[in-house]
């Protein structure tokens, strides 16, 4: 069993629409939780992170953490054709520092 | 604030031959690593550095990747003799330890490598 799951799509909604992205993971060490946000030919963008379970919103963006299911997740709101993107979950331990464990991404295409 | 730099953006060598990829952190990031990522995957680590010391390279494949960071700034990650599995994006990324929250690991763009 891999240590992040998530699937990697494609993801096709129109715009406006509310997009749900998710991960799991079987490590229960795993302390900080993170989306990239990667347009093509480009490098990952930090977009949100959350420490331990819980909520955390950001413009169209929330960011939702269980860890009691090991289940996180990212919501997009009133999406735009400029959200279209591969968007990566990642996590790490309680280590200042520590390397990321990325999922594989899902690939999101948001239509006009 | 300058971002993380990479050199070359692409590079297409043929199998067996070598490459070497450069990287110059955010200034002041003490912690530097190389990521390599396969189309269709998430990036994966190759190294860690904390300034000039490796922390982490358990998943380098030491037979033929090398890397170094002289002075603790640039780092340079060298593949030699290349196969054609390592046709992938090399990510370098830093951070900073200061008041470390989580969400300080910055991404360069990346160095495309086709090997054939």
């Known amino acids: 069993q891999k240590e992040v799951e998530q699937d990697p799509g494609p993801l096709s909604v129109p715009e406006g629409a509310i997009v749900s992205l998710n991960c799991t993971y079987s490590?229960?060490?795993?302390?900080?939780f993170m989306w990239y946000r990667q347009y093509s030919r480009k490098g990952p963008e930090l977009l949100m992170y959350?420490?331990?379970?819980g909520n955390k919103e950001d413009g169209r963006f929330t960011a939702q953490v269980d860890k009691s299911s090991k289940y996180i997740s990212l919501f997009i709101r009133d999406s735009q054709p400029s959200d279209s993107a591969t968007y990566l979950c990642?996590?790490?331990?309680?280590?200042?520092?520590?390397?990321?464990?990325f999922g594989k991404g899902t690939t999101l295409s948001v239509s006009s | 604030e300058a971002g993380v730099a990479q050199s070359p953006r692409y590079k297409i060598i043929e199998k067996r031959q070598s490459v070497a990829f450069w990287c110059n952190p955010i200034s002041g990031h003490a912690t530097l690593y190389w990521y390599q990522q396969i189309l269709g995957q998430g990036p994966k680590l190759l190294i860690q550095f904390q300034n000039n010391g490796v922390v982490d390279d358990s998943q380098l494949p030491k037979d033929r990747f090398s890397a170094e960071r002289l002075k603790g700034v640039d780092s340079t990650l060298k593949i030699q003799p290349a196969k054609l599995e390592d046709s992938a994006v090399y990510l370098c990324?830093?951070?900073?330890?200061?008041?470390?929250?989580?969400?300080?690991?910055?991404f360069g763009e990346g160095s495309w490598l086709t090997v054939v």
């Open positions: 959350t420490y331990s379970s």
């Open positions: 990642a996590m790490n331990r309680n280590q200042a520092g520590t390397a990321l464990i």
């Open positions: 990324a830093s951070s900073s330890l200061r008041g470390y929250s989580g969400n300080t690991i910055y």
């Open positions: 490590n229960s060490a795993f302390q900080y």
